[in-house]
């Protein structure tokens, strides 16, 4: 059984760099890490109130020491109730990512459990995530399923 745990303070540049193996599998183009520097402080914070609307679940790396080896991170969000959902209690999956050197190990499969166990006791009824194709079937063994989401984003630069 794979151990896993929520992430500490201490943990934050390893979150953050498997938060760029996760982007970097998902965009091309030329990889850019110099946004770390800003998050870092951030993150800490976030990391340090294990009873907010953010959480990042582990595994340690079984070969380096203060490494990760995957990470799976989400919130919680409010939105006005409705039928199926009448608290409002929404999950959201942001980040899952393994580590190359240790895919294939069930990692991200135990880290997503640890994730939706933390939604499910914070009251979520519906956990959200996008996928990529080579995840998908990891999602849908979880029971995840496509939706017709007509989903748009507006990008509010801060000025």
């Not at 794979?2 to 979150?15: F, G, H, K, L, S």
């Not at 079984?62 to 939105?79: K, Q």
Request: one cysteine or more; glycine letters at 8%.
């Amino acid at each position: 059984m794979t151990r896993i745990r929520r992430a500490t303070p201490e943990d934050a540049a390893e979150v953050l760099r498997l938060r760029q193996v996760m982007i970097d599998s998902v965009h091309s183009g030329t990889p850019s890490t110099d946004w770390h520097a800003l998050s870092l402080p951030t993150l800490r914070a976030r990391l340090t109130d294990p009873d907010g609307s953010f959480a990042a679940v582990v595994v340690d790396h079984p070969d380096r020491s203060g490494a990760l080896a995957a990470l799976a991170a989400g919130t919680l969000e409010y939105r006005i109730g409705r039928a199926d959902n009448p608290h409002g209690v929404v999950g959201h999956v942001f980040s899952v990512a393994t580590d190359p050197g240790t895919r294939r190990r069930g990692y991200a499969r135990a880290c997503m459990g640890g994730l939706l166990e933390w939604f499910r006791e914070r009251g979520a009824v519906h956990v959200d995530l996008n996928a990529s194709a080579e995840a998908e079937p990891l999602y849908a063994s979880l029971g995840f399923v496509r939706k017709p989401d007509p989903s748009m984003r507006l990008h509010l630069r801060s000025t």
